[in-house]
Protein backbone atom coordinates (compact mmCIF):
# COMPACT_ATOMS: atom_id res chain seq x y z
CA UNK A 1 0.00 0.00 0.00
CA UNK A 2 1.54 3.35 -1.29
CA UNK A 3 1.93 5.94 1.81
CA UNK A 4 1.76 9.51 0.93
CA UNK A 5 3.92 12.43 2.17
CA UNK A 6 2.52 16.41 3.50
CA UNK A 7 4.07 16.84 0.62
CA UNK A 8 1.96 14.61 -1.80
CA UNK A 9 -1.09 15.85 -0.14
CA UNK A 10 -0.43 19.41 -0.64
CA UNK A 11 0.13 19.11 -4.36
CA UNK A 12 -2.95 17.24 -4.49
CA UNK A 13 -4.84 20.09 -3.16
CA UNK A 14 -2.58 22.26 -5.25
CA UNK A 15 -3.74 20.57 -7.91
CA UNK A 16 -7.42 20.65 -6.96
CA UNK A 17 -7.24 24.13 -6.30
CA UNK A 18 -5.93 25.40 -9.46
CA UNK A 19 -8.23 23.39 -11.95
CA UNK A 20 -9.96 25.44 -14.39
CA UNK A 21 -12.99 24.80 -16.35
CA UNK A 22 -11.12 26.29 -19.74
CA UNK A 23 -13.09 28.08 -22.94
CA UNK A 24 -12.16 28.90 -26.05
CA UNK A 25 -10.56 32.27 -25.74
CA UNK A 26 -7.72 30.58 -23.49
CA UNK A 27 -6.79 27.77 -26.12
CA UNK A 28 -3.37 28.52 -28.20
CA UNK A 29 -2.46 26.52 -31.38
CA UNK A 30 -0.35 23.95 -29.95
CA UNK A 31 -1.31 19.85 -30.48
CA UNK A 32 -1.38 17.66 -26.99
CA UNK A 33 1.47 15.72 -27.34
CA UNK A 34 0.57 11.63 -27.29
CA UNK A 35 1.82 10.81 -24.18
CA UNK A 36 -0.01 13.32 -22.41
CA UNK A 37 -3.72 12.35 -23.73
CA UNK A 38 -2.27 8.99 -22.32
CA UNK A 39 -2.14 9.84 -19.03
CA UNK A 40 -5.47 11.63 -19.53
CA UNK A 41 -6.77 8.60 -20.17
CA UNK A 42 -5.03 6.49 -18.00
CA UNK A 43 -6.60 8.59 -15.37
CA UNK A 44 -10.03 8.68 -16.54
CA UNK A 45 -10.39 4.49 -17.02
CA UNK A 46 -8.70 4.03 -13.62
CA UNK A 47 -11.37 6.02 -11.81
CA UNK A 48 -13.81 4.26 -9.13
CA UNK A 49 -16.95 2.84 -10.82
CA UNK A 50 -19.75 1.27 -9.02
CA UNK A 51 -19.56 -2.59 -9.14
CA UNK A 52 -16.02 -2.18 -10.79
CA UNK A 53 -18.38 -2.04 -13.95
CA UNK A 54 -16.34 1.01 -16.05
CA UNK A 55 -18.91 1.53 -17.75
CA UNK A 56 -17.19 4.44 -19.23
CA UNK A 57 -16.11 5.16 -23.44
CA UNK A 58 -14.27 7.59 -24.81
CA UNK A 59 -14.08 8.97 -28.05
CA UNK A 60 -11.29 10.74 -29.33
CA UNK A 61 -12.24 13.85 -31.93
CA UNK A 62 -9.71 15.83 -33.88
CA UNK A 63 -11.52 16.18 -37.58
CA UNK A 64 -12.57 19.93 -37.86
CA UNK A 65 -15.76 18.52 -39.81
CA UNK A 66 -17.06 16.80 -37.00
CA UNK A 67 -16.44 19.28 -34.63
CA UNK A 68 -18.03 22.27 -36.08
CA UNK A 69 -21.27 20.11 -36.56
CA UNK A 70 -20.80 19.71 -32.63
CA UNK A 71 -20.93 23.15 -32.42
CA UNK A 72 -23.54 24.21 -34.25
CA UNK A 73 -25.38 22.15 -31.66
CA UNK A 74 -23.90 24.35 -29.29
CA UNK A 75 -25.23 27.59 -31.04
CA UNK A 76 -28.54 26.41 -31.48
CA UNK A 77 -28.77 25.13 -27.76
CA UNK A 78 -26.64 28.53 -26.46
CA UNK A 79 -29.81 30.58 -28.01
CA UNK A 80 -32.31 28.96 -26.12
CA UNK A 81 -30.44 29.26 -23.01
CA UNK A 82 -30.45 32.72 -23.44
CA UNK A 83 -34.08 33.25 -22.77
CA UNK A 84 -33.64 31.77 -19.48
CA UNK A 85 -31.49 34.43 -17.28
CA UNK A 86 -32.85 37.72 -16.91
CA UNK A 87 -31.99 41.12 -15.63
CA UNK A 88 -27.93 41.67 -15.26
CA UNK A 89 -26.95 38.13 -16.26
CA UNK A 90 -29.10 38.15 -20.01
CA UNK A 91 -25.99 41.24 -20.77
CA UNK A 92 -23.26 38.79 -19.00
CA UNK A 93 -24.32 35.60 -20.41
CA UNK A 94 -24.11 36.84 -23.89
CA UNK A 95 -20.94 38.22 -22.80
CA UNK A 96 -19.50 34.72 -21.87
CA UNK A 97 -17.16 32.25 -23.96
CA UNK A 98 -18.88 29.12 -23.20
CA UNK A 99 -17.10 26.59 -25.45
CA UNK A 100 -14.01 25.68 -27.32
CA UNK A 101 -15.11 23.28 -29.90
CA UNK A 102 -13.00 23.89 -32.49
CA UNK A 103 -10.12 26.65 -30.78
CA UNK A 104 -8.97 23.21 -28.85
CA UNK A 105 -6.49 20.80 -29.62
CA UNK A 106 -9.25 17.90 -29.63
CA UNK A 107 -12.37 17.21 -28.02
CA UNK A 108 -13.36 13.88 -26.24
CA UNK A 109 -16.96 12.53 -25.96
CA UNK A 110 -17.27 10.71 -23.15
CA UNK A 111 -20.60 7.93 -22.70
CA UNK A 112 -22.03 5.75 -20.24
CA UNK A 113 -22.37 2.50 -21.94
CA UNK A 114 -25.06 0.53 -19.51
CA UNK A 115 -24.34 -3.22 -18.79
CA UNK A 116 -26.90 -6.02 -19.80
CA UNK A 117 -26.72 -7.74 -16.77
CA UNK A 118 -27.13 -6.50 -13.06
CA UNK A 119 -24.51 -4.70 -11.58
CA UNK A 120 -23.44 -4.60 -7.78
CA UNK A 121 -24.03 -1.38 -6.22
CA UNK A 122 -26.29 -0.26 -9.02
CA UNK A 123 -29.43 -2.37 -8.45
CA UNK A 124 -31.27 0.69 -6.12
CA UNK A 125 -29.46 3.09 -7.57
CA UNK A 126 -29.22 3.31 -11.44
CA UNK A 127 -27.73 6.25 -12.06
CA UNK A 128 -24.63 5.34 -10.14
CA UNK A 129 -23.48 4.17 -13.22
CA UNK A 130 -23.39 7.47 -14.90
CA UNK A 131 -21.79 9.21 -11.69
CA UNK A 132 -18.75 6.40 -12.07
CA UNK A 133 -18.27 7.99 -15.40
CA UNK A 134 -18.83 11.32 -13.85
CA UNK A 135 -15.65 10.07 -11.38
CA UNK A 136 -13.47 9.36 -14.78
CA UNK A 137 -14.18 12.45 -16.18
CA UNK A 138 -12.70 14.56 -12.69
CA UNK A 139 -9.77 12.28 -12.97
CA UNK A 140 -9.33 13.71 -16.77
CA UNK A 141 -9.54 17.06 -15.29
CA UNK A 142 -7.05 16.63 -12.33
CA UNK A 143 -4.54 15.14 -14.74
CA UNK A 144 -4.80 17.75 -17.43
CA UNK A 145 -4.24 20.16 -15.01
CA UNK A 146 -1.02 18.92 -13.18
CA UNK A 147 0.20 18.56 -17.38
CA UNK A 148 -0.69 22.12 -17.82
CA UNK A 149 -3.52 21.33 -20.23
CA UNK A 150 -6.93 23.08 -20.26
CA UNK A 151 -10.06 21.15 -20.28
CA UNK A 152 -13.55 22.77 -20.55
CA UNK A 153 -16.58 20.67 -19.99
CA UNK A 154 -19.41 21.79 -22.94
CA UNK A 155 -22.78 21.08 -21.57
CA UNK A 156 -24.73 23.82 -23.68
CA UNK A 157 -25.11 20.77 -26.53
CA UNK A 158 -28.27 18.60 -27.40
CA UNK A 159 -27.01 15.07 -26.28
CA UNK A 160 -28.73 13.05 -28.82
CA UNK A 161 -27.53 15.52 -31.81
CA UNK A 162 -23.91 14.43 -30.48
CA UNK A 163 -24.91 10.78 -30.23
CA UNK A 164 -26.08 11.21 -34.14
CA UNK A 165 -23.51 12.99 -35.39
CA UNK A 166 -20.74 10.44 -34.05
CA UNK A 167 -22.63 7.41 -34.82
CA UNK A 168 -23.24 6.29 -31.48
CA UNK A 169 -24.77 3.07 -30.72
CA UNK A 170 -28.54 3.86 -29.56
CA UNK A 171 -28.24 2.72 -25.56
CA UNK A 172 -25.31 4.92 -25.03
CA UNK A 173 -25.40 8.55 -22.89
CA UNK A 174 -23.17 11.12 -23.48
CA UNK A 175 -22.37 12.47 -20.33
CA UNK A 176 -19.51 14.81 -21.06
CA UNK A 177 -18.14 16.56 -24.05
CA UNK A 178 -15.04 17.81 -23.49
CA UNK A 179 -12.31 20.25 -24.56
CA UNK A 180 -8.73 19.67 -24.39
CA UNK A 181 -5.56 21.94 -25.40
CA UNK A 182 -2.65 23.91 -24.01
CA UNK A 183 -3.17 27.41 -22.65
CA UNK A 184 -1.77 30.92 -22.57
CA UNK A 185 -2.66 30.88 -19.02
CA UNK A 186 -5.17 29.46 -16.15
CA UNK A 187 -6.83 32.03 -14.10
CA UNK A 188 -6.26 32.52 -10.57
CA UNK A 189 -10.05 31.73 -9.73
CA UNK A 190 -12.58 30.15 -11.36
CA UNK A 191 -13.73 32.15 -14.56
CA UNK A 192 -17.34 33.04 -13.28
CA UNK A 193 -16.18 33.67 -9.48
CA UNK A 194 -13.91 36.62 -10.98
CA UNK A 195 -16.69 37.49 -12.87
CA UNK A 196 -19.40 37.29 -9.54
CA UNK A 197 -21.75 35.30 -11.66
CA UNK A 198 -22.05 33.42 -8.85
CA UNK A 199 -20.14 33.50 -5.17
CA UNK A 200 -18.03 30.55 -3.34
CA UNK A 201 -20.26 28.85 -0.87
CA UNK A 202 -18.69 28.74 2.49
CA UNK A 203 -18.10 25.21 3.72
CA UNK A 204 -20.38 25.44 7.12
CA UNK A 205 -23.19 26.11 4.55
CA UNK A 206 -23.17 22.71 2.78
CA UNK A 207 -22.00 20.28 5.52
CA UNK A 208 -24.60 19.13 7.58
CA UNK A 209 -24.08 16.78 10.40
CA UNK A 210 -25.97 13.90 11.35
CA UNK A 211 -29.14 14.78 9.30
CA UNK A 212 -31.42 17.93 7.88
CA UNK A 213 -33.21 19.81 10.86
Given at each position: MNKFTPENIETLEQIILARRDVRGNRFIDKAIAKADLDKILFAGVNAPSVGFSQ???????????????????????NEKAKTLFKGKKTDAYTQLKLEGIVE???????????????????????????YSVVCAIQN??????????????????????????????????????????????????????QLQWEKRKNINDVVIKEMYS
Open positions: PWEFVIIKDLEIRNKVKNSFFKESALNIAVFYKPSQHPVLGQTAMKEAGVMWLMARALEIGLGWVSIVNPDTVKTILNAPNDRQLIGYLCLGHVDEFYKNPELE
